[in-house]
């Protein structure tokens, strides 16, 4: 499993790839694999300012139902439209055209609490 170390983490498999003040996530590798065939992408947060950890929404795969959570407090400023009718790029490229949504960084002190490719490999045991 290819873990991209260009990318930086959280304890709950979502990635992040920072580009100035905004921010683009999606899940990893790791999770769409343990989701399995997924099937729906719901994000009914965009143009809403959250704070980190917050739900910013769900992932349904064919077994189960999962919260997206934010992995920094901003605004959510895109949302991957293309998700909605082919949910199943989030299985094929999690890193690349699955990714889920942009963020308007509002603190960008909480990027150092985010995991480095090195710190999420040891988490996931890979």
Excluded: C, R
């Excluded at 930086?8 to 769409?32: C, L, M, N, P, R």
């Excluded at 603190?107 to 890979?126: F, N, P």
């Amino acid at each position: 499993m290819s873990i991209p170390a260009n990318l930086k983490y959280t304890k709950d498999h979502e990635w992040v790839s920072i580009e100035g003040d905004v921010a683009t996530v999606g899940i990893t590798h790791f999770a769409q694999k343990e989701l399995g065939d997924i099937v729906y992408v719901e994000v009914e947060t965009l143009d809403q300012t959250l704070d980190k950890d917050e739900v910013f929404g769900t992932v349904e795969a064919v077994k189960t139902v999962s919260d997206l959570f934010l992995p920094l407090t901003g605004e959510i400023i895109a949302f991957n439209d293309s998700l909605e009718s082919a949910p199943e790029t989030v299985n094929s490229d999690p890193y690349g055209a699955g990714w889920m949504i942009k963020i308007k960084i509002a603190d960008a002190s909480e990027v150092d609490s985010l995991l480095s490719a090195e710190a999420y490999t040891q988490l996931i045991g890979a």
